[in-house]
């Protein structure tokens, strides 16, 4: 996928794929996807490539634990089965340096996004 959406913003799949992963029975959803961002040296032009399979672990108070693998594309949703403070965290590939988990609040109803991605060696 290129650095635009499929309507000219990098955030249209995101929220076309939570809307999809959100459901009358799940109130919270954490959705995002996993991306290597690619770049040539000469180049101006940025791809982005989702990478499959990466699992990506939701951990809040009260011992809740949720680990969801991102799909072909690079997407994953965690439906929760409350919301809360979760620490959100992506095991990348090995070519690129592990992300920093991220503190997200998310509440019964609502959907955060997390998205994380990686530069040859680099973690964003």
């Known amino acids: 996928m290129s650095r635009r959406g499929r309507r000219g913003t990098q955030a249209d799949p995101f929220l076309d794929y939570a809307r999809l992963a959100a459901t009358p029975q799940a109130p919270a959803v954490i959705a995002g996807r996993a991306l290597e961002v690619r770049r040539e040296f000469a180049e101006e032009d940025v791809e982005y490539h989702g990478f ?3 699992p990506v672990t939701a951990a809040g108070s009260e011992k809740k634990e949720m680990t969801a693998l991102s799909d072909e594309n690079g997407y994953y949703a965690l439906v929760l089965p409350s919301g809360g403070t979760f620490a959100v965290s992506a095991q990348l590939p090995p070519s690129v340096l592990p992300a920093a988990p991220k503190s997200i609040t998310v509440g ?3 959907c955060e996004f997390v998205q994380f991605s990686g530069l040859h ?3 964003l």
């Open 108 to 110: 019964a109803g609502e």
């Open 121 to 123: 060696g680099l973690a």
């Open 52 to 54: 499959a399979n990466v």
